[in-house]
């Protein structure tokens, strides 16, 4: 890899966790209803990316389910996850979308898997357990746990995928957009309140988050990112994807002040060592499976 690739690889990843870190942000601090955040997020890739819905994809269908799991119930979760938890913890936590891509190719695909990956499995979910559990309470983290099942819906989209034709980057988060506005503001209505008012009363930091979130992530990351999944193999970019997470625990204790514990120092280390362990071994039917979701809809 050039050292201009690496270059982007890292502010890609500087980028997915900077954005972490704005979202919760915006659902705690500014009490932005989260449902309602997300909304807002696919409806201005939608408006942005209106050039790219074309070409018209033939399977609609199929597409409109990858939407729902990869962009809906997936972002919809995962800000809810982000107003309940912290976001070192969240950063770690939703890289189980590799682990989860793996057993999933297993079950769906046929995959077969050796002792390494098996072992990185386990360590990927331990290590989460790790940082989720409270031995006080005997409790699991509610906003984690909604992230782990965010997890588990974009990784079953990228198995849907697999009955997709590729797409161009753009394409796909075009009709992810227009596809996930709706249902969202509809989920945003039934469930949630004074969410126009929470967001006008934000002012221009909520608004400026916003803009980061469809041109910086979903439009300029993404995008970016596609182009280099296409130069180079999965087994290099993959591990150093875990540069996110590793930004989510910077930003999250430097910037918003959260506890650095020992949970997450050994939850997290034990958690990003099985999914390097995941990352670095190749998958022969799904071989994006150890990138999660972050083909399919970015890293956040």
Known sequence: MSL???????LICFIWGVNLVMTRWVVSDFSVPPLFFAAIRFLGVAVF????????????GTLFLIAMLIGCLNFGLLFIGLANADVSAAAVTGQLGVPISTLMSMVFLGEQIRWRRGLGIALAFAGVVVIAFDPNSFTLSYGLMLI?????LGSA?????KRMPPMDALN???WVGLFSFAPLFAMSGLMETGQVEAYVAGGWEVWLASLFAVLGVSIFAHSAFYTLVKRHDVSLLSPLTLMTPLWGVVFGVTLLGEP???KLVIGGA?????????????????PDAS??????SGDS
């Open 291 to 296: 990138l999660g979701k972050k083909l399919a």
């Open 148 to 152: 782990f099942f965010a997890a588990v």
């Open 4 to 10: 201009r690739d690496f270059g982007l690889l890292f």
């Open 49 to 60: 990316l209106i050039p790219f819905l074309r070409p018209v994809p033939k399977n609609l």
């Open 157 to 161: 989209g990228g198995i849907v995928m």
């Open 172 to 174: 796909l988060q075009a």
């Open 270 to 286: 034990v958690s990003l060592a099985g999914v390097f362990l995941i990352a670095i071994r190749p998958n022969s039917v799904l």
């Open 260 to 262: 650095f514990t020992w």
